[in-house]
């Protein structure tokens, strides 16, 4: 058996391991459909669902393992099964509000403002 917050960290859904604990802490990492705490121990074939804004990711645990792995190894550890409607939220442009500026492109100018908030208006 593994901790969660190690495990996470091993498939490299959170950089560090001490985001890991957090996130459970906080209420974002369900196992079988229960909050887990960070010293939760993992077993082979659990549901792991992780909230992390805006997307619910759901894995199936398939391996046990306490080292971080290389990202290729992952789907040997884990099964992703977020479904394909949970990740077109990680697209930007889907996005409520989102409007792509050229980076450097400074501060929008008063017209450009205007525009902006025109076609904010129309959406809502």
């Known amino acids: 058996m593994a901790r969660i ?3 996470l960290w091993a498939i490299r859904v959170y950089k560090t391991r001490s985001e890991a604990a957090e996130a459970c802490k906080a209420g974002r990492v369900k196992v079988n459909g229960i909050e887990a705490k960070p010293a939760r121990e993992v077993r082979e074939d659990d549901i792991l669902t992780i909230r992390k804004t805006p997307v619910l990711y759901t894995y199936k645990v398939l391996q046990l393992l306490e080292n971080r ?3 290729k190894n992952i789907p040997l550890y884990a099964e992703n ?3 394909a409607d949970e990740l077109s939220k990680l697209d930007k442009k889907n996005l409520a509000g989102y409007i792509q500026r050229d980076r450097g ?3 929008p100018t ?6 902006l908030e025109k076609h ?3 959406e809502t």
Do not use: I
């Open 5 to 7: 917050d190690k495990y």
């Open 69 to 71: 792995q290389p990202a």
């Open 81 to 83: 099964q977020t479904p």
């Open 105 to 107: 492109a400074g501060r």
């Open 110 to 115: 008063k017209k450009e403002r205007r525009e």
């Open 120 to 122: 904010l208006n129309r």
